[in-house]
């Protein structure tokens, strides 16, 4: 019994040279990265995608795990997009050391110089990815331009909204605020 009690110690040093035994740390709560975890699946998951904007900028969806991800969805041919691009740059900017990612597809046939300038008159910061239908099927019923999406930290859809929107950084904020728990074999936020 006294063998398995000293097993249990370890040997800490003084100042003096002299040398005593303390317990063992025992070992802490399993400390998981969101990387660590599972990828959500399922039809309300944000889908695992390698994405390429007009900028050059590469976006893989699997590696924002962990992170709340806003996808908005626009065509430079309707006329609310340009103001929304525009919001969700700054929403963006703003809670981005939050851990917010921001997303934008674009429904566009033109060539990517045009995107790049539709994107310098509407103040657009972020890349912006050109999308066809099956891009579009990928993320469930896109039937209206614009529409956003807002994916929890653990990758599940928290919320979906079509047409404009001027109210949706309350879903985001309190999303950033969620915190990131493990619970019955996935990551999701707590409410």
Not at 141 to 146: A, F, G, T
Request: glycine letters at 10%; charged letters at 20%; aromatic letters at 4%.
């Amino acid at each position: 019994m006294l063998a398995s009690a000293v097993a249990g110690c370890k040997k800490q040093r003084r100042r003096g040279g002299e040398s005593t035994s303390s317990p063992a740390r025992a070992p802490g709560p399993l400390e998981l990265t969101p990387a660590d975890l599972p990828p959500c699946q399922g039809p309300d998951c944000l889908p695992d995608l390698v994405l390429d904007g007009h900028d050059g900028t590469r976006i893989e969806t699997a590696a924002l795990r962990g992170q709340v991800v806003v996808v908005l969805f626009c065509a430079v041919w309707a006329g609310p997009c340009g103001p929304q691009t525009k919001l969700l740059s700054e929403l963006a900017r703003r809670s981005q050391e939050r851990g917010l990612v921001a997303i934008i597809m674009m429904v566009h046939e033109g060539l990517v110089d045009d995107l790049a300038k539709w994107g310098s008159l509407h103040a657009v910061s972020l890349p912006m990815v050109r999308t066809d239908d099956a891009l579009l099927r990928k993320f469930g019923q896109i039937s209206v331009l614009p529409t956003w999406l807002l994916y929890g930290r653990d990758g599940h859809l928290l919320e979906m909204q079509n047409g404009s929107s001027d109210d949706l950084e309350p879903q985001i904020t309190r999303a950033l605020a969620a915190p990131f728990v493990w619970r019955a074999g996935r990551a999701a936020p707590t409410r």
